[in-house]
T-cell receptor
Framework: ETGVTQTPRHLVMGMTNKKSLKCEQH?????MYWYKQSAKKPLELMFV???????ENNSVPSRFSPECPNSSHLFLHLHTLQPEDSALYLC??????????????FGPGTRLTVT | KNEVEQSPQNLTAQEGEFITINCSYS?????LHWLQQHPGGGIVSLFM???GKKKHGRLIATINIQEKHSSLHITASHPRDSAVYIC????????????FGKGTLLTVNP
């Protein structure tokens, strides 16, 4: 158990649906991340939050909308997705984002299929 | 060309063998990470290092900053070591932004 949980673990949605992915970390960390992992491609950073402030938006389409209400919770709101958005979405957390490098702790991921 | 290159892409070994996975990078870094991803998706951080060598159980990670190269070694490999091993670097002056390699799929047969 890594201390980072994600729900749901699997999600199938149509292109017109609206859904949300949830991530919760129980490690007392100040930074949280969303990553996308597509087949045969390296992990891609989507968003980074530090102390509930967004510090990175890695050219992600607006159909993905993150929300960080507090340092323990992170959401990814999804709407009007495309089939190419089907992927494994991973959440991670770290102690911080500045001063020096930190290990990142990952959740189990949400396997998203867009039909 | 990806900033982080791993080799081999796939590796099959017999239980007990010594395994080496290599990672080369083309940029200046502040730290290098080795991660393990089991089937099903979850990723575990194995090592974070910026110089020298680290050891944890049967796993050893080394880095040569001048050569821009790191290796992950597994001694006395076991079928439960079967996973994808991913190298990632903090580069571009960022302490949090990771650039990932494509991963090495390791299969250890009994």
């Amino acid at each position: 158990e890594t201390g980072v949980t994600q729900t749901p673990r699997h999600l199938v949605m149509g292109m017109t649906n609206k859904k949300s992915l949830k991530c919760e970390q129980h490690l007392g960390h100040n930074a949280m991340y969303w990553y996308k992992q597509s087949a045969k491609k390296p992990l891609e950073l989507m968003f980074v939050y530090s102390l509930e402030e967004r510090v990175e938006n890695n050219s992600v389409p607006s159909r993905f909308s993150p929300e960080c209400p507090n340092s323990s919770h992170l959401f990814l709101h999804l709407h009007t997705l495309q089939p190419e958005d089907s992927a494994l979405y991973l959440c991670a957390s770290s102690q911080g984002t500045s001063g020096h490098s930190y290990e990142q702790y990952f959740g189990p991921g949400t396997r998203l299929t867009v039909t | 060309k990806n900033e982080v290159e791993q080799s081999p892409q796939n590796l099959t070994a017999q239980e007990g063998e010594f395994i080496t996975i290599n990672c080369s990078y083309s940029v200046g870094i502040s730290a290098l990470h080795w991660l393990q991803q089991h089937p099903g998706g979850g990723i575990v951080s194995l090592f974070m290092l910026s110089s020298g060598k680290k050891k944890h159980g049967r796993l050893i990670a080394t880095i040569n900053i001048q050569e821009k190269h790191s290796s992950l070694h597994i001694t006395a490999s076991h079928p439960r070591d079967s996973a994808v091993y991913i190298c990632a670097v903090n580069s571009g002056g960022s302490n949090y932004k990771l650039t990932f390699g494509k991963g090495t799929l390791l299969t250890v047969n009994p």
